[in-house]
């Protein structure tokens, strides 16, 4: 009986630190986020001239709202205490592309700045930079924002560029993200594996 314990306890414990768990599990992970195709991260300052006409054009353009994470759509996802959670689950792991519109004060904002940008730049840590989308209005310095270099990272400036054809130009930028994401190959961008042997002797995977 000890013995059979013991290895029911290292089968679960290897079970756990190698990622396998229920479906319902993982439900229970997703905090009950749904998936969007594209979310908005950008200053309140730059809400009515430019991300507001924007979505309604992406509307017209045929996509739906519950596609679109822009945060007066989808306010009561992120109510509540650990709001600041949600908004990182959201951009980090809920959206297949996520566009961001720089601008002088965007790092300096309290949300942009601690919350929402660190998100975005855990998908390039990952590798997952296809799914990063860059606008940039009123001459921003990309210098100035943790994790982008001027002779490195390309803004798509829409200071004055309709609203029509910068959400043109995002449907672009979706399908072709679509497509990158897809002919990418199986387990580029995957977690190093290492192997250990537990207190019963079997070998652990983390």
Known sequence: HIVISCLSMCFNECFSKSGITSRKSKRRRDMGLPKFKMGFTFSGKYREKYIKPICEELLRMGYDKDEIFYDRWHDDLINGVRGDDKLRRIYNQQCEL????????????????????????ELINRGEQDKICLLGVDSVDIDNIGGLYK???????????????????????????????????????KKPVYISRNMCGVEMIQ
């Open 151 to 189: 002779n490195q990272s390309i803004i798509k400036y829409i200071d004055n560029f309709p609203a029509k054809k910068t959400a043109e130009f995002i449907n672009r930028v979706y399908k072709r993200s679509g497509d990158s994401n897809s002919n990418q190959k199986p387990g580029i961008y």
């Open 98 to 121: 996520v566009i961001v519109l720089l601008s002088p004060d965007y790092k300096e904002k309290n949300w942009t700045g601690n919350i929402e940008w660190p998100s975005v730049k």
